[in-house]
């Protein structure tokens, strides 16, 4: 799990300099080195920082354009910086002569001092530096490639808080610790060490765990025997002699139940230890799931939490009948089974198989594929394998059936093209290129065949292998083709950074401008009105079909290797360097959802599947996965608000959600008819909140427009309440629904009447009140603000209690369902547990920053806490982790417990509302729908995993 983009090569340089760093970027590229560079001259922005660092971390090697203007930067030299704190591999380049300026006194320039300088000035010659380069940047490369690996994976998990889950497992670990001490440069930085000797702090423990099991177990099963040979020896004793000495069998009998006693004790240890054995395994494979790169390996991740929820499955009849201090042990690995699952409950990813270039046929019944061992591939969507053969070319850069799916066309490195029948025949090789031959494309009636060469060369075929035409035009190769959905234009893209739209007589219609890199993907949209073409920077461009550009986007970080539409047109997805797939909306051109994968898997093609609900990608690890668009659980997923989501809470009867927004309104979702849902209006502000009443008859929201309003769940409204004089926040029922009370920004909490006449303000808070909430028993009242102050009042406004908290601004706070505990979320992303005097009991960490929302189970054994790192995390109440739900948004501000505990409610940035079925056995079933194909035709699949799903075995 790469933190940053993982890059060969990170380029510092001054702007200056562009012209002879966009020359040695492109030597660099046609090398098959991928570049880092920021070509934008845009202002300084923590955000523009925050990218530059992680270009650097994820960079191979670190190479600085020096020239009289380079050494003098700020921002160069930060870069610099940022390369040495993380021990990059330094090269520096002399472009222009600066060697005077270089200061002894300045910590940058002795770096680069310290360093061989290559020199490409106008005295050199390009070629022979070059080599140099690239000779310094492939020295020790599977090191150098470890070190960017293994600091990714340290930083990562740094960011995330350094999560046990997120370590490495002992075979990985023992790689990394033989790769940290083979004493190479660049040397590991203290990131590296941390993570590392942190991974085998917790392995070793819990192989110490596993050690200490087995001697529980050893000295159990020697009690036992012992037991059980004395119980023997006596009964023979016993019963030999019962007729001659009497009172010497009567004691013998009791000594033989003092022995079949000790025979029991020992047979309980030994069936303890076994349960907490198998607890102990159940962990460990959930956290290996966890700790698994979702978006390298997502499968893999998803049969080690099958694996788990299994193992809990056979495992749950058995823990009633534990002591109570084993039941603790066992419901632990519960928790973490249901983490695991949890935490593959989303991923896209349904199948994989091999291939790097990859094409659905026309009727959505087969995908080829290609890959670097020269073969072609011919699979079934649900993978399994129908054909194989030899293309007979090497490294094929394009394979694509035909319009009518009866003939698939590659091309390799070489200057032929060649057409294949299904059953792996050749129908046609073309031959006429003078240069090697990078892109082909079928035009949409088959007829034709359009090829570009890195001579920048576009040949038109006939399918009796003739040339129709040849076009000229491009100053560089030409990297991609699209023919417009009639057939009557043809689009290039090329190394020169332009498009060329062609007739097919050959004439040239028009030259699109913008890019000041490669283009490397165009497509004309299904309809023919948009061309859109991305670039080696990661920039997309769509244009009118007349050549009017319409919108410049970047979403990706690395170069733009494909794009494709799906057959209705509404959808387009482009595929990077940087690993995702990014799916468009093409109404607005605006980035509807990425897929992602690992950094390092560089997707190299993408192709819809007919219906639009597959997406098939190739990746330059050669690995290609079938993407399911059509989300599982989208059956738990309501969509219909126009903004963010603010609050989310169950009914009393757990039927019936009521979700407000910063688009003003409430929505009330009825889970029997999700999408018939119930539009609340009234509110002129943001809803910050909105609750049930404890009889589920009535809705209390709270609103920037400085109003509390009181709402039948018909949707009208009972009562609009007035008197907050800013924004009103976080209203609720006390438990017998009587009173309501609202906080606000005024310092102060509003109690009203449930006839809406106002009952009592509690004023003692010096900021904003974000948060507060009745006790269980309708008699106290805990209040959070801005400021981090918790207060516990009376009903009668009088104060009981104040807490100093260090967490910033409270943005959630509740009692347990017993009363006895507070529990408060922060702005410096912990959980603290209180009790009523004041004193802290428990932190809670684990956020990477805000809590945002705190819920309790109704049954006080778990709490559910949401946050502005995206993520939905279950602790027990004694602060134990208990799974952690990513939820693919940037900030998720509420969650809230179904009155049963058996399922989540949460919204956030996006403006959807999600339901999480928290039930194993559920989620098990789900794990394994999803996985069926997958189990059915990999042939890596073990027969043990498919029959977990009842999959037959192969």
């Known amino acids: 799990m790469v933190a940053s983009t993982s890059h060969d090569v990170f380029i510092s340089y001054s702007r200056k300099d562009k012209q002879f760093v966009q020359k040695l970027h492109h030597a660099l590229q046609n090398n098959g080195q991928d570049t880092w560079i920021d070509w934008d001259d845009i202002p300084p922005t923590s955000d523009w920082w925050r990218e530059i660092e992680q270009g650097i971390e994820g960079a191979d090697t670190f190479v600085f354009v020096m020239s009289p203007d380079s050494v003098v930067s700020k921002i160069c030299q930060q870069e610099i910086d940022h390369a040495v704190q993380y021990n990059k591999r330094i090269v520096p380049v002399m472009h222009r002569d600066c060697a005077e300026q270089l200061e002894p006194t300045n910590q940058s320039h002795q770096t680069l001092n310290r360093h061989n300088w290559l020199f490409f000035q106008s005295s050199n010659d390009f070629a022979t530096s070059f080599n140099q380069l690239t000779h310094a940047i492939e020295t ?71 050690q200490l099991l087995l001697q529980a177990k050893a000295a159990a099963d020697r009690e036992l025997a012992t037991a059980s040979l004395r119980a023997r020896r006596r009964t023979i004793v016993s019963w030999c002699t019962v007729g001659v000495l009497l009172p010497l069998a009567i004691g013998a009998t009791l000594q033989l139940k003092q022995s079949t006693q000790q025979v029991m004790q020992a047979n309980q240890k030994i069936t303890e230890a076994n349960l907490v054995r198998e607890a102990i395994d159940i962990q460990v494979q959930a956290n290996k799931a966890i700790a698994d790169d979702l978006e390298d390996r997502p499968l893999t991740s998803l049969l080690k939490a099958i694996r788990a929820g299994h193992a809990w499955q056979q495992l749950a009849p058995k823990v009633a009948a534990a002591p109570a201090a084993t039941q603790a042990e066992l419901l632990t690995a519960k928790h973490q089974a249901r983490a695991a699952l949890i935490s593959v409950s989303d991923i896209k990813v349904q199948n994989q198989f091999k291939g790097e270039k990859v094409h659905f046929s026309p009727n959505g019944k087969m995908i080829v594929s290609s890959s670097e061992d020269g073969k072609i591939r011919l ?195 482009s595929a990077s360097g940087d690993g995702h797939i990014e799916l468009w909306d093409l109404d607005d051109l605006a980035s509807l959802e990425t897929l992602r994968s690992d950094t390092t898997s560089r997707i190299t093609s993408i192709s819809f599947s007919p219906d639009g609900k597959t997406i098939v990608s190739g990746s330059r690890d050669g690995r290609a996965k079938l993407w399911h668009l059509d989300n599982r659980s989208q059956a738990n997923i309501f969509s219909g608000h126009q903004d963010r989501i603010l609050s989310t809470h169950f009914s009393p009867d757990g039927r019936t959600i009521v979700s407000s927004s ?83 920004n005024n310092f102060t909490i509003q109690l009203w009447r449930r006839d809406g006449a106002p009952y009592k303000r509690l004023k003692g808070h010096k900021d904003w009140v974000m948060a507060a909430n009745f006790s269980p028993d309708g008699q106290m009242i805990v209040s959070g603000d801005q400021n981090g102050t918790v207060k516990l009042w009376n009903l009668d406004g009088s104060q009981r209690r104040t807490i100093k908290t260090d967490q ?138 498919r029959a977990i799903c009842n999959i037959p075995p192969r």
Request: proline share 2%; net charge neutral.
């Open 379 to 573: 699979w079934k969507p649900d993978g399994k394998k129908l054909q194989v053969f030899d293309a007979g070319q090497d490294d094929l850069r394009q394979v694509q059936f035909s319009p009518d799916g009866k003939a698939i066309i590659s091309v390799g490195d070489s200057k032929v093209i060649n057409l294949w029948n299904l059953n792996g025949s050749l129908r046609k090789a073309f031959k006429g290129h003078q240069n090697f031959i990078r892109s082909v494309s079928f035009s949409p009636d088959g007829k034709t065949i359009a090829s570009g060469s890195f001579d920048g060369t576009i040949k038109l075929w006939n399918l009796d292998g003739s040339v129709r035409k040849t076009l000229k035009g491009h100053r560089g190769t030409v990297n991609d083709l699209s023919f417009s959905a009639d057939g009557k234009v043809l689009a290039s893209g090329s190394e020169d950074g332009t498009v060329k739209l062609w007739n097919l007589d050959g004439s040239l219609r028009k030259t699109l401008k913008g890019h000041t890199d490669d283009v490397f993907a165009v497509r004309f949209s299904r309809d023919g009105k948009l061309i859109v073409a991305g670039d080696a920077e990661g920039y997309i461009r769509f244009w009118n079909s007349d050549g009017t550009l319409r919108k410049v986007s970047k979403e990706h970080t690395d170069r733009i290797n494909h794009l494709a539409f799906s057959a209705d047109g509404q959808t387009m997805a």
């Open 808 to 945: 910033g601004a409270i943005f959630s706070v509740q009692f347990s369902p017993d009363g006895q505990t507070i529990v408060s979320g922060g702005e410096n992303g912990t959980v603290k547990l209180w009790n009523l005097d004041g004193s802290e009991k428990l932190t809670i960490k684990g956020h990477a920053s805000q809590v945002l929302s705190v819920s309790i189970s109704a049954d006080g054994k778990t709490i559910a806490t949401s946050g502005s790192d995206g993520t939905v995390r279950l602790w027990g109440m004694n602060g134990q982790a208990k799974g952690t739900l990513r939820l693919n948004q940037d900030m998720v501000w509420s969650v809230s417990f179904s009155p049963d505990g058996e399922t989540l409610v949460s919204g956030g940035a996006s403006d959807t509302v999600r339901l999480t079925n928290l039930n194993i056995d559920y989620l098990m079933q789900r794990a394994c729908d999803w996985a069926k194909d997958y189990l059915r035709t990999n042939p890596n699949v073990i027969n043990a995993d």
């Open 662 to 744: 910063s688009d003003n309104t409430l929505r009330l979702w009825h889970l029997d008819q999700p999408q018939n849902n119930q539009i609340l209006e009234g509110h002129t502000g943001e809803v910050w909140s909105a609750r049930f009443s404890p009889n589920g008859q009535m809705i209390v929201s709270a609103s920037d427009d400085k109003t509390v309003r009181l709402w039948n769940t018909d949707g009208t409204v009972y009562k609009v309440l007035k008197g907050h004089s800013g924004n009103a926040l976080n209203p609720s029922f006390s438990p017998d629904g009587k009173l309501i009370l609202s906080a606000g």
């Open 140 to 210: 020790d490369f599977a090191y150098v490639k470890e070190h960017t690996r293994l600091l990714g994976l340290a930083l990562e998990w740094e960011r995330r808080g350094r999560s046990d889950g997120m370590l490495l497992g002992e075979e990985a670990l023992v790689a990394a610790e033989t790769w940290l001490h083979l004493g190479k440069t660049p040397m590991p930085t203290a990131a590296h060490h941390n993570y590392i000797q942190k991974s085998r702090e917790v392995e070793t423990g819990r192989k110490d765990r596993e």
